[in-house]
Each structure stands twice: as C-alpha cells, then as structure tokens.
C-alpha cells in the first residue's frame, strides 16, 4: 500500500524558515480534506494545518500568521511553509487526510529541528 511521503525536514534556528512537501497517493488529495500533524518528543500527534478540496485552509492557534498550508493538485503535493519558526516547533511533521488520518497511510515524517 503506498503511503504518504514527507520530506525536507531540517535543523534551523530559531526565526528562520523551512517549507516541508509530501507526495500524496492516487488521487487522495483531490477526494479528502488534507492535514499536516506533527508529534513532539513524549507528546501526542497533533493536527498543524489544513486544506480543504476548495482550497480553504485552518490552522491551529499556536501556528497561524506563521504557517501556511497550500497543495498543488497537479503534483499530488501537499505543502507547510513555516516562517518565525519556534523551538516548540520542534517535531517529526506528517501529513495525511484531516481530520481523521487514513489508517495504514502515515508515513516515516520528516524531522523540523528548531535549535540555536
């Protein structure tokens, strides 16, 4: 079963940005609602953002003004620009069908270290 693939995670400081992609299976992205997640070392995952089939995004409070959602339909790509980022930022980022992941989905992530 092909899963959902996260990439371009890095080590940043604090304040500077970093845009994450992931390549989505079949035609998901234009059937679901989609989501990035993110999951904190000894936390539980957490939804960041979505976007809906007409392009309406929704962002958890501690993100917005500094996270944007966007996908490219043609490219079956999903992506999160994040801009200021934060240490508490700092997570393996996933993406999958919002609000509820599609079982069997998930991918490995992609580890967002913010640190100075």
């Known amino acids: 079963q092909v899963q959902f693939a996260e990439s371009g995670g890095d080590l940043v400081q604090p304040g500077e940005s970093l845009r994450v992609s992931c390549a989505v299976p079949g035609n998901l992205i234009r059937m679901y609602t989609m989501g990035w997640f993110r999951q904190a070392p000894g936390k539980q995952r957490e939804s960041v953002a979505s976007?809906?089939?007409?392009?309406?995004?929704g962002y958890i409070d501690s993100v917005k003004g500094r996270f944007t959602i966007s996908r490219d339909v043609a490219k079956n790509t999903l992506y999160l620009q994040m801009n200021s980022l934060k240490t508490e930022d700092t997570a393996v980022y996933y993406c999958n069908r919002y609000p509820r992941g599609l079982s069997g989905y998930w991918g490995q992530g992609t580890q967002v270290t913010v640190s100075s």
């Open positions: 976007i809906t089939t007409g392009d309406r995004t």
